[in-house]
């Protein structure tokens, strides 16, 4: 397939994107229209200071857009980001297209060591703890799936898919047993299973100004590999040849991703196929340059998600359906089409 | 064109020094010594699983020798950072099949990650270099070619240009002419002969021994996890060595132009 310019591409998720998140901040329960929106937005952006000019919308209308719709959408763009970007890495890194965050048992791994959190009453304490457990979770399991594929120095990567998968399940059954025991006590059970579910009801600026920092590290040292990255596609043996440390480079990259998947996870819970799919079609229409990919994975993982919440905050209030259900719905007949066109390529 | 500059250099730039190694107590490599000069041509050969590939990932420090040391320009091994290693020898790999749908003048260009640091770009220095290498390789017309499309021979040629774009003095090729025709596996080997004359010191893993004896300029023969030879060819392929080291019963005789002919009669069964 011929690969789309970059600069066409990048432009097109841009606009939408940006379309993506003002459509999202004017639709809402509340009816605020939308140039009461823009002036709204354009009064945060000026700090107040052109809202005599502008023209007074009401306070609760102000609000609304700051303190409600805008910092949930700015979840969105940044959890979609973050899951969409760590998708690419892994991919790369592993040089497997099935490779993904849920898939190695990272997300699963970060929920288990959420899920720990909330049970031992620490998560309440301050709102570090979730995402430092969370983070803990993705990197005890990214690591105990890497040492147990590898051998020798060499990590043949359906062993450790296998065992990504294996791991998972043990988290996945962990995370039952621990709700499991905290029935009885009302209060932490409901809090697991709210959790659990994901979603972006009620996020705050507080999540923003949880993931944002450690989004803008964690995607800088992500495009600091870029080289080593396209370079590990060939295999380990040209990667080496060529100066690439492979160890090093692949323990700082897991251990990046899982600090951001585990980020990601602890904010908005387990989220599926966005860092599976997205980055494969991005791939698809760039080719596999990493110095490409990875800029348009967030963007397009931005996008994906915020059309998603927007689905999810569609819906009535007492039938809402779960964001991880909205991504898993759209993302998984989406992967099947790709698996059939695979076929049909290969075929000839 | 011939450079001698660095061929009057009379320090070894690869030394090994009673290096062993084994694999779960079966020893794979004992004793192994040896010292390589620059613009020499090394033939690395041996029988299947004489410990060359072991040997060569030693060279490459992808594995830990039990015992003994290489030292690479007068440097342990050990000591070198792997992006330093890069810029002192690259490795040609066998032919592997490469999946992805880089462009011939990108995998080239990998050969210059060595000397860039983290976000500097390709510069036009290095599109020069990678210029160069590509037409010394005769893969300049392809540069735009996905690498996933090419021939085997090609590909070959395309992995000879990275080596060369990333101007080392020490290039291992790993059975580099196994997959390729007759007319291919010439080509490649004409090639490190000409890398060889530059004043680069070439070391190939190779089966073929009447090609390894014809281009090499000093044969290393690997047997029974210890280096049984490292001489000329010609003192090398001996029908002793044949019949002990590879149980080959076959008369050596050299040809109308003085070249070695292995001529094979029968495989030496059962004395292990």
């Given at each position: 397939m011929?690969n789309v310019?970059f600069?066409?591409l ?13 459509v ?7 009816s605020i229209?939308?140039?009461e ?9 000026s700090?107040?200071l052109?809202?005599?000019?502008v023209?007074?919308?009401?306070l609760?209308?102000?609000?609304i ?9 700015l ?15 892994l991919?790369g ?6 490779a993904?965050?849920s ?17 031992l009453?620490?998560?309440a304490?301050?709102?570090w703890v979730?995402?430092l ?6 990197a005890?399991?990214?690591?105990v ?18 065992a ?11 995370s ?6 905290s029935l009885?006590n009302?209060?932490v059970?409901r ?9 972006l009801?009620?996020?705050g600026?507080h ?7 450690i989004?803008i590290?964690?995607?800088?040292v ?8 396209d370079i590990?596609l060939?295999?380990?043996?040209h990667a080496?040849?060529v ?7 692949r ?8 600090l951001?998947t585990g980020?990601a996870?602890?904010v908005?819970?387990g989220?599926?196929f966005v860092?599976?799919?997205?980055p494969?079609m991005?791939r698809?229409?760039v ?8 800029p348009?994975s967030?963007?397009a ?11 999810v905050?569609?819906g009535?209030s007492d039938t809402s359906?779960p ?7 759209m993302?998984a007949?989406?992967f ?8 049909k390529?290969?075929?000839g | 064109?011939m ?5 009057t ?6 030394v090994?020094?009673?290096?062993s190694f ?5 020893p794979v ?6 010292s390589?000069?620059q613009?020499?041509?090394?033939g690395?050969i041996g029988?299947n ?8 990932r ?5 594995s ?10 007068g ?5 070198v950072?792997r992006r330093d290693l890069?810029?002192?020898?690259t490795?040609v790999?066998?032919d592997a099949?490469?999946?992805d749908?880089f ?6 260009a ?12 390709v ?6 270099i990678?210029?160069?290498a ?14 996933n499309?090419?021939?085997?021979g090609?590909?070959?040629r395309v992995l000879?240009a990275r080596?060369i774009?990333?101007?080392t003095p020490?290039?291992l ?7 390729l ?8 080997l ?5 890398l ?6 070439v ?7 009447a090609m390894a004896?014809?281009f090499?300029?000093?044969l290393?023969?690997l047997a ?5 030879a490292?001489d000329?060819p010609?003192?090398?392929?001996t029908e002793?060595?044949?019949?002990r080291?590879?149980?080959l019963?076959a008369?050596?005789l050299l ?6 002919l ?6 030496i069964q059962g004395?292990g």
């Open positions: 011929k310019p600069p066409l990048f432009m097109l998720i841009s606009a939408l994107l940006i379309l993506g998140i003002i999202a901040v004017i639709i809402g329960p509340a229209s939308a140039l929106v823009l002036q709204a937005l354009l009064n945060g952006i700090g107040g052109l809202q005599g000019l023209s007074d919308i009401a609760w209308q102000q609000t857009i700051d303190q409600v719709r805008l910092p949930r959408v979840t969105a763009v940044l959890v979609g980001a973050s899951l969409a970007v760590c998708g690419a890495v991919q890194l592993f040089r497997n297209p099935l993904s965050p898939v190695l048992g990272v997300s699963s791994g970060a929920s288990l060591g959420a899920v720990v959190a909330i049970f009453g620490l998560a304490s301050t709102l979730l995402p457990f969370a983070f803990l979770g993705a005890v399991t990214l690591l799936v890497y040492q147990i594929a590898t051998y020798r120095g060499h990590t043949p990567m359906g062993t450790l898919l296998l990504g998968v294996a791991v998972g399940a043990f988290n996945v059954a962990m039952s047993l621990i709700l499991a025991l009885q009302w209060e059970g809090t697991i299973v709210y959790w659990t579910m994901g979603g009801d009620g996020r600026w999540h923003v100004l949880l993931i944002l920092p989004f590290v964690a995607f800088t992500m495009m600091s590999f870029e080289r080593d990255l590990l060939m295999g380990e043996i080496n040849a100066g690439v440390d492979v160890p090093k480079v323990l700082i990259l897991l251990l990046v991703t899982a951001l980020c996870v602890s908005a819970g989220i599926g860092g599976l799919v997205v494969h991005i698809l229409l080719g596999p340059h990493h110095r490409k990919l990875l348009l967030a963007m993982g931005a996008l994906i998600l915020v059309i998603a919440d927007l689905m905050r569609s009535t359906i964001l991880g259900v909205i991504t898993a719905s993302g007949p989406f099947l089409f790709l698996l059939f066109k695979q076929r390529l290969m075929r | 064109m450079m001698t500059s660095f061929m250099k009379p320090s070894s730039s690869l090994s020094e009673s290096l084994a694999y779960d107590s079966a490599l004992e004793d192994v010594n040896f390589l000069s613009g020499e041509l090394i690395l029988p699983g004489a410990g060359k590939s072991t040997l060569l030693l060279l490459l420090g992808l830990q020798p039990d015992t003994g040391s290489i030292s690479i320009m440097q342990p091994l050990g000591d950072k890069a810029r002192q020898m490795l790999p066998q099949q490469i999946n749908a462009s011939v003048e990108e995998v080239v990998m050969g210059r990650n060595p000397w860039l640091s983290r976000f500097q770009p510069g036009r220095k290095d599109l020069a990678i210029r160069d590509m037409e010394q390789t005769d893969v300049a017309l392809l540069a735009k070619r996905p690498v499309q090419l021939s085997g090609e590909r070959q000879i080596a774009a990333q101007q020490i290039i090729l790993d059975e580099a002419t196994a997959n025709d007759i007319c291919h596996q010439l080509e490649v004409e090639l490190a002969k000409s060889a004359n530059q004043g680069k010191l070391i190939a893993a190779i089966h073929d021994l004896a014809r090499c300029d000093r290393l023969l029974d996890s210890r280096l049984q490292d000329l010609s003192a090398v392929i002793t060595n044949l019949a080291f590879f149980n019963h008369e050596v040809d109308s132009h003085q070249q070695l292995i001529r094979p009669i029968a495989a004395n």
